[in-house]
């Protein structure tokens, strides 16, 4: 009961359900005259109602329909992955060598070799999905290992908090970080109360609650960004 | 114990096909949801001259070769001197049919087959799809996921190809194929998601995702659906312990049954995929399986003397062996074998010219052959023909399998349909628009 209890006490809503939405306005009707107080309309000759009744309204413009969501190719999750991480891929040492496992999966993972294949398979697929985990997994384990040592300025994921920094000890330093690591991730740029905040503190809380130390809760937070579809999906 | 032709058959003689409902349309489900598939894909074009559609160098000699438009060329092979016909269970082979006559008696073959096409990616996936590429683009989802979408999502991997294309375009996102280029590769895929993290951790970041996954722009976008579909069906997979079954690196007993080759690159070799779709049907991991039982088989020079029967050779042999483990098997207490449940299909996306050519290969034709064995299967049937002359496709009877000039030039849908209505899907839901060849059904 009590699990139960914290589990609907820390589940979040989701951002855009509380973005604010304009309400929608009246639907324009071409027979409705415009009020006394409009300004006029310029309205070349010949244009008119030949009724010589009301003006017809210019048409609005079409409504824009989001484009439909695209994965990301191989060579591009790659590069965003070194990106983010400033400079860390997944890889593997072999003996002296490292090895891109991406490079090494390619074909598992549906890249074209202009042989048998010509395009390549951007289904966010299982098999994609396993080896984006591991991906992420590999490096934001050396993320959370290197990034404390670099220079601030050099910094690329503990950017404004520090790794031992808890929603309970330090919370702007955490939403500030948070923020930073939502726009460089995800390339959102969050204001301080935005509500797309609201599922990342959430996670905190649940970290916190769950008895995750403040390391393991930052490197959670650094594959679930990865993994996100925000990441890989645009 | 009824089987399903049984069922199926008191179905539309006593009762009629509408009035097979309640427990007897259950039952005939139910056994029809037994069956596994296996796809045998032969990459690259093989030579049915050395096969599956052999002509006898006696009769098409060198001297006629202008009235028949027909060399077997036996004489040229560099590594099989006196080839000739091989006959075994009924049908007739050529010289590189290798182990698999010893299932003939389990095999149907089909000849004289139009692919319509004489480019590689439009014959694979015509064959594949059992649907006319729109271009080089499928148009339609693999058989295999048709199939693996209709049996269900029980098993961990309803579908897996290994080598082999696979195309999802209208069935539910479980029955996609779970596709790798080889062996270790899916090995790799099936082990838990390394580095690891504290069970905490785990369940936090699985928390976050499936939180956002039902979000109204996730929702709405069917990307990211599939993405969440994917995410929890990898998330299974891995948690199944299922790596252990396919990595052959030390399992010795299966290496040896297959005659996979030692070390790391015998583990993308035919026996290797072999074993790997032998461990997916047996240990219920998957109900269809595709597989590249051979490859490099497009030998348009001289290389055709030298490689084109040993390569198909040895695919044949890796699905003899396949066949040989499955009919060994005993199906889940049944007393039955697992090849009493399993079909195994062998294909390619076309076959090769019948005359040879000035550089010593055989180029594009688009004549086919193609062989079916396994559960529910007339052994020993060949259906159709190629022609005498120039081995051009043939109409059939589908009922007896004769050549007949009323009937229908046998096209990859046909053998399709055939795998449907055996596994007990009828009324061409994948809208094949063929009937099944009757012909070689039990």
Same mark, same amino acid.
């Given at each position: 009961?009590?699990?139960?209890?914290?589990?609907?006490?820390?589940?979040?809503?989701?951002?855009?359900?509380?973005?604010?939405?304009?309400?929608?306005?009246?639907?324009?009707?071409?027979?409705?005259?415009?009020?006394?107080?409009?300004?006029?309309?310029?309205?070349?000759?010949?244009?008119?109602?030949?009724?010589?009744?009301?003006?017809?309204?210019?048409?609005?413009?079409?409504?824009?329909?989001?484009?439909?969501?695209?994965?990301?190719?191989?060579?591009?999750?790659?590069?965003?992955?070194?990106?983010?991480?400033?400079?860390?891929?997944?890889?593997?040492?072999?003996?002296?060598?490292?090895?891109?496992?991406?490079?090494?999966?390619?074909?598992?993972?549906?890249?074209?070799?202009?042989?048998?294949?010509?395009?390549?398979?951007?289904?966010?697929?299982?098999?994609?999905?396993?080896?984006?985990?591991?991906?992420?997994?590999?490096?934001?384990?050396?993320?959370?290992?290197?990034?404390?040592?670099?220079?601030?300025?050099?910094?690329?994921?503990? $950017?404004?908090?520090?790794?031992?920094?808890?929603?309970?000890?330090?919370?702007?330093?955490?939403?500030?970080?948070?923020?930073?690591?939502?726009?460089?991730?995800?390339?959102?740029?969050?204001?301080?109360?935005?509500?797309?905040?609201?599922?990342?503190?959430?996670?905190?809380?649940?970290?916190?609650?769950?008895?995750?130390?403040?390391?393991?809760?930052?490197?959670?937070?650094?594959?679930?960004?990865?993994?996100?579809?925000?990441?890989?999906?645009? | 114990?009824?089987?399903?032709?049984?069922?199926?058959?008191?179905?539309?003689?006593?009762?009629?096909?509408?009035?097979?409902?309640?427990?007897?349309?259950?039952?005939?489900?139910?056994?029809?949801?037994?069956?596994?598939?296996?796809?045998?894909?032969?990459?690259?074009?093989? =030579?049915?001259?050395?096969?599956?559609?052999?002509?006898?160098?006696?009769?098409?000699?060198?001297?006629?070769?202008?009235?028949?438009? $027909?060399?077997?060329?036996?004489?040229?092979?560099?590594?099989?001197?006196?080839?000739?016909?091989?006959?075994?269970?009924?049908?007739?082979?050529?010289?590189?049919?290798?182990?698999?006559?010893?299932?003939?008696?389990?095999?149907?073959?089909?000849?004289?087959?139009?692919?319509?096409?004489?480019?590689?990616?439009?014959?694979?996936?015509?064959?594949?799809?059992?649907?006319?590429?729109?271009?080089?683009?499928?148009?339609?989802?693999?058989?295999?996921?048709?199939?693996?979408?209709?049996?269900?999502?029980?098993?961990?991997?309803?579908?897996?190809?290994?080598?082999?294309?696979?195309?999802? %375009?209208?069935?539910?996102?479980?029955?996609?194929?779970?596709?790798?280029?080889?062996?270790?590769?899916?090995?790799?895929?099936?082990?838990?998601?390394?580095?690891?993290?504290?069970?905490?951790?785990?369940?936090?970041?699985?928390?976050?995702?499936?939180?956002?996954?039902?979000?109204?722009?996730?929702?709405?976008?069917?990307?990211?659906? %599939?993405?969440?579909?994917?995410?929890?069906?990898?998330?299974?997979?891995?948690?199944?312990?299922?790596?252990?079954?396919?990595?052959?690196?030390?399992?010795?007993?299966?290496?040896?049954?297959?005659?996979?080759?030692?070390?790391?690159?015998?583990?993308?070799?035919?026996?290797?995929?072999?074993?790997?779709?032998?461990?997916?049907?047996?240990?219920?991991?998957?109900?269809?399986?595709?597989?590249?039982?051979?490859?490099?088989?497009?030998?348009?020079?001289?290389?055709?003397?030298?490689?084109?029967?040993?390569?198909?050779?040895?695919?044949?042999?890796?699905?003899?062996?396949?066949?040989?483990?499955?009919?060994?098997?005993?199906?889940?207490?049944?007393?039955?074998?697992?090849? =009493?449940?399993?079909?195994?299909?062998?294909?390619?996306?076309?076959?090769?010219?019948?005359?040879?050519?000035?550089?010593?290969?055989?180029?594009?034709?688009?004549?086919?052959?193609?062989?079916?064995?396994?559960?529910?299967?007339?052994?020993? %049937?060949?259906?159709?023909?190629?022609?005498?002359?120039?081995?051009?496709?043939?109409?059939?009877?589908?009922?007896?399998?004769?050549?007949?000039?009323?009937?229908?030039?046998?096209?990859?849908?046909?053998?399709?349909?055939?795998?449907?209505?055996?596994?007990?899907?009828?009324?061409?839901?994948?809208?094949?628009?063929?009937?099944?060849?009757?012909?070689?059904?039990?």
């Amino acid at each position: 009961m009590k699990q139960l209890t914290l589990v609907l006490a820390l589940s979040f809503a989701c951002s855009e359900a509380k973005l604010p939405i304009t309400p929608p306005g009246p639907t324009p009707s071409p027979t409705v005259s415009p009020s006394p107080s409009a300004s006029p309309v310029d309205v070349p000759v010949g244009v008119g109602d030949p009724h010589g009744g009301v003006l017809i309204p210019p048409e609005p413009p079409p409504e824009v329909e989001p484009r439909a969501r695209r994965r990301m190719d191989l060579d591009q999750l790659d590069h965003a992955i070194r990106q983010v991480t400033g400079g860390i891929g997944w890889t593997e040492m072999r003996g002296q060598t490292e090895v891109n496992l991406f490079v090494e999966l390619a074909a598992t993972l549906g890249k074209p070799d202009f042989l048998a294949r010509t395009e390549e398979d951007l289904v966010p697929s299982a098999m994609f999905q396993k080896f984006l985990d591991d991906a992420a997994r590999s490096s934001c384990q050396a993320l959370m290992r290197d990034d404390p040592d670099r220079p601030t300025a050099a910094r690329t994921f503990f $950017i404004e908090a520090a790794p031992e920094d808890t929603l309970t000890n330090d919370r702007e330093a955490v939403e500030k970080n948070l923020r930073a690591l939502l726009l460089r991730f995800h390339g959102r740029r969050l204001a301080a109360d935005d509500a797309g905040l609201e599922p990342w503190t959430w996670f905190f809380s649940r970290a916190e609650h769950t008895g995750i130390s403040p390391a393991g809760t930052w490197r959670a937070v650094c594959v679930s960004l990865m993994t996100h579809p925000d990441f890989y999906l645009y | 114990m009824l089987t399903r032709r049984q069922l199926l058959k008191i179905g539309g003689t006593t009762l009629g096909g509408v009035a097979l409902g309640g427990s007897w349309a259950r039952l005939a489900h139910a056994a029809a949801s037994d069956m596994r598939f296996v796809f045998a894909y032969f990459s690259g074009g093989w =030579d049915i001259l050395l096969g599956l559609d052999p002509r006898d160098p006696v009769e098409f000699s060198s001297e006629d070769i202008s009235a028949t438009l $027909i060399q077997p060329g036996y004489e040229l092979l560099q590594n099989r001197p006196n080839a000739g016909l091989i006959r075994a269970g009924g049908l007739t082979f050529g010289p590189f049919i290798g182990e698999l006559t010893r299932h003939a008696d389990k095999m149907a073959v089909i000849r004289g087959m139009s692919m319509e096409t004489l480019t590689h990616e439009a014959g694979r996936r015509r064959f594949i799809t059992g649907k006319p590429p729109s271009g080089l683009l499928a148009r339609g989802s693999s058989i295999a996921t048709f199939l693996a979408s209709k049996l269900g999502e029980d098993h961990p991997i309803p579908n897996l190809a290994i080598r082999v294309e696979s195309y999802n %375009v209208d069935q539910p996102s479980y029955a996609t194929a779970l596709a790798a280029s080889g062996v270790p590769d899916l090995v790799r895929a099936l082990r838990p998601a390394e580095p690891k993290l504290t069970p905490a951790e785990d369940g936090a970041i699985d928390a976050l995702l499936a939180e956002s996954a039902r979000c109204n722009s996730a929702l709405r976008s069917p990307a990211w659906r %599939v993405a969440e579909a994917s995410r929890l069906k990898a998330r299974e997979m891995t948690t199944k312990n299922l790596a252990g079954l396919f990595d052959l690196t030390n399992n010795d007993a299966l290496r040896t049954r297959y005659g996979v080759p030692a070390g790391a690159a015998g583990l993308g070799s035919p026996e290797a995929q072999a074993a790997m779709a032998a461990q997916a049907i047996m240990g219920n991991v998957s109900r269809a399986v595709s597989i590249e039982a051979t490859s490099g088989l497009d030998t348009h020079f001289r290389e055709w003397t030298t490689d084109q029967g040993p390569r198909q050779e040895r695919g044949f042999n890796a699905i003899a062996r396949l066949a040989d483990h499955l009919a060994a098997s005993e199906y889940q207490g049944t007393g039955q074998s697992w090849l =009493d449940h399993t079909i195994i299909v062998g294909f390619s996306e076309f076959s090769r010219t019948p005359l040879i050519n000035a550089r010593e290969g055989r180029d594009h034709s688009l004549t086919n052959a193609s062989f079916i064995l396994g559960a529910g299967i007339r052994g020993g %049937v060949t259906v159709g023909a190629s022609s005498d002359v120039g081995m051009q496709p043939q109409p059939v009877d589908l009922a007896t399998g004769r050549v007949d000039m009323g009937g229908q030039v046998p096209r990859p849908e046909h053998v399709l349909q055939t795998m449907l209505e055996l596994a007990g899907i009828s009324g061409d839901p994948d809208d094949l628009r063929v009937p099944p060849i009757r012909a070689m059904m039990r």
